[in-house]
């Protein structure tokens, strides 16, 4: 088996394609589409299209990125792990729903392969993971982010976001809530609730604000370990302003990572 297959091909996938198409090391070996996708003519010529899970596996990638939502991972992604093939996770928010997690696990274990969260658009998750061993008493997680991303979600029943002024806090509550709530916007608090305190310990508060232009991300946790706090202000990724260009990095270097032989 070789090369990389994608689950969808939005921001995340174009910026995917663009960054590992021509490495000599690393090959594409298809992207996966809903019949009639918009995205169809932006997929480089030559790069196999198909349709259903059975065409995905068919493609025989030795890793399948899903870059598409919830609703496609939960369709597609178990199916692809009992076939024996990895999976990086970008939608990490689906495992809040525990049947889903089970599910996910169950056909990782059947298969014998591997559902890989990538931290996608944050950082210290590996600082987060270490500290968990040792006891962590309390996990916050803030996302703030511009208007413009949180269009299409429930903060617009909340705010104006055309006529926001100031900051607004548009969720404050769980991990398991926050990515239920807000599922292409809050997959971040997930990773972090998996690192971490879980999905019912790890405090969420979400903010949609007019000054920013970046997508802005806090994570602070304190334990036996002490205590830490990453800040991170991404350039969101052309395409959605919803998602850091940092989650496009993050799995493209999870990918070199599989085929590196040194791995930092
Ligand atoms: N872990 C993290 O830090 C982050 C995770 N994400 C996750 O990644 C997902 C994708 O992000 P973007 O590329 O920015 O979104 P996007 O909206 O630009 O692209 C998603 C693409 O998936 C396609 N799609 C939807 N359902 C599909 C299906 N069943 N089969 C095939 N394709 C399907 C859509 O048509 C669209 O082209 C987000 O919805 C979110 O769940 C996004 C940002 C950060
Ligand atoms: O990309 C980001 O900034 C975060 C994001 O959308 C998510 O966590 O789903």
């Known amino acids: 088996m070789s090369g990389v297959a994608l689950i969808g091909f939005g921001a995340i996938g174009r910026a995917l394609a663009i960054a590992l198409t021509g490495d000599t090391a690393i090959s594409m070996a298809g992207v996966l589409l809903r019949t009639g996708s918009d995205s169809r ?18 493609l025989a990638p030795s890793v399948v990125i899903e870059c598409a939502g919830h609703a496609a991972a939960t369709l597609h992604v178990p ?31 059947a298969g014998g392969a591997r559902l890989i969260l990538t931290p996608g658009a944050v950082g210290g998750l590996d600082v987060l993971a270490a500290a968990r061993l040792g006891g962590l008493d309390r996990v916050v997680y803030t996302g703030v ?37 807000y599922p292409k916007n809050a997959n971040v608090a997930a990773s972090v609730a998996l690192a971490g305190l879980g999905f019912e310990a790890t405090e969420v508060r979400l903010v949609a604000n007019p000054a920013t232009t970046t997508n802005r991300h806090r994570i602070e946790a304190s334990g036996r370990f002490g205590r830490f706090a990453i800040d991170l202000d991404n350039a969101p990724l052309p395409g959605n302003p919803k998602s850091s260009a940092l989650t496009a990095l993050a799995i493209e270097r999870l990918v070199r990572t599989r085929f590196a032989a040194v791995v930092v």
């Open 41 to 58: 003519d932006q997929v480089p010529g030559g790069l196999p299209v198909v349709e259903d899970t059975a065409g995905l596996i068919a």
């Open 79 to 109: 199916d692809v792990l009992r076939a024996g093939i990895d999976v990086i996770l970008a939608s990490s928010g689906v495992l809040a729903d525990p049947q889903a997690a089970a599910e996910f696990e169950d056909a990782a274990r």
């Open 145 to 181: 982010k511009p208007p413009a991303a949180w269009r299409g979600t429930p903060a617009e029943s909340l705010v104006d976001l055309d006529r926001l002024t100031n900051a607004h806090e548009i969720f404050r509550g769980s991990a398991r809530m926050a990515a239920a709530t």
